[in-house]
């Protein structure tokens, strides 16, 4: 089984549409949770990060943590053409003695005018 | 505005020659991560530092990569020899602290033929 396991898409939705996307994870050491919005030919960029479990939101976006079922989750409402990118989950124990970050392969969202 | 970059921003080479990457990290930032990213892998975690000491070189080719930090401003990875399967996009990121939030480089695109 993968450590981090993400749907590589591609999703396309219509502007406005509520966005849904999801990784599974198998290690049960993650306590930090990251989401990462990638452009193309760009480097990835921080959107979103939790802590254990809960929810957190910012603007048009929240993520959801679930650590019994080992999964998280990031929703986008009224979504924008420019939303349009990869967004790839990541998980850490940074800071913990058994550091490690991994990240999903990332889902290609395109968000149609 | 504050970031991180990267030299070169793409280097084309033939197999069995030596590349260096360089990243200046954001200053005041003293956590530096080292990524390679494929379609087929997606995104890997090669090295990092903190306060300019490696804490976990596990993800990378021990036998022909090395990833140093001679100070706070500068990080490298070379690759020596090359092969072609080095063909990536290398990210270096940046980060305080425990180096949850990471900002990432543009990439060096690397091609090995």
């Known amino acids: 089984q993968k450590e981090v396991e993400q749907d590589p898409g591609p999703l396309s939705v219509p502007e406005g549409a509520i966005v849904s996307l999801n990784c599974t994870y198998s290690n049960s050491a993650f306590q930090y949770f990251m989401w990462y919005r990638q452009y193309s030919r760009k480097g990835p960029e921080l959107l979103m990060y939790t802590y254990s479990s809960g929810n957190k939101e910012d603007g048009r976006f929240t993520a959801q943590v679930d650590k019994s079922s080992k999964y998280i989750s990031l929703f986008i409402r009224d979504s924008q053409p420019s939303d349009s990118a990869t967004y790839l989950c990541?998980?850490?124990?940074?800071?913990?003695?058994?550091?490690?970050?991994?990240f999903g392969k990332g889902t290609r969202l395109h968000i149609l005018p | 505005d504050a970031r991180v970059t990267q030299t070169p921003r793409h280097k084309v080479t033939e197999m069995g020659q030596e590349v260096t990457m360089r990243c200046q990290p954001i200053l005041g930032h003293n956590t530096v991560f080292w990524y390679r990213q494929t379609m087929m892998q997606g995104l890997e975690l090669l090295a990092y530092?903190?306060?300019?000491?490696?804490?976990?070189d596990s993800g990378m080719p021990k036998d022909r990569f090395s990833a140093e930090m001679p100070d706070a401003t500068l990080a490298t990875l070379k690759i020596q020899p090359s092969e072609p399967r080095d063909s990536a996009v290398y990210f270096c990121?940046?980060?305080?602290?425990?180096?949850?939030?990471?900002?990432f480089g543009p990439g060096t695109r690397l091609t090995v033929t």
């Open positions: 990121a940046s980060g305080s602290g425990r180096g949850l939030e990471q900002y």
């Open positions: 990541a998980m850490s124990s940074l800071g913990n003695r058994d550091d490690k970050i991994i």
């Open positions: 530092f903190r306060n300019r000491a490696p804490l976990d």
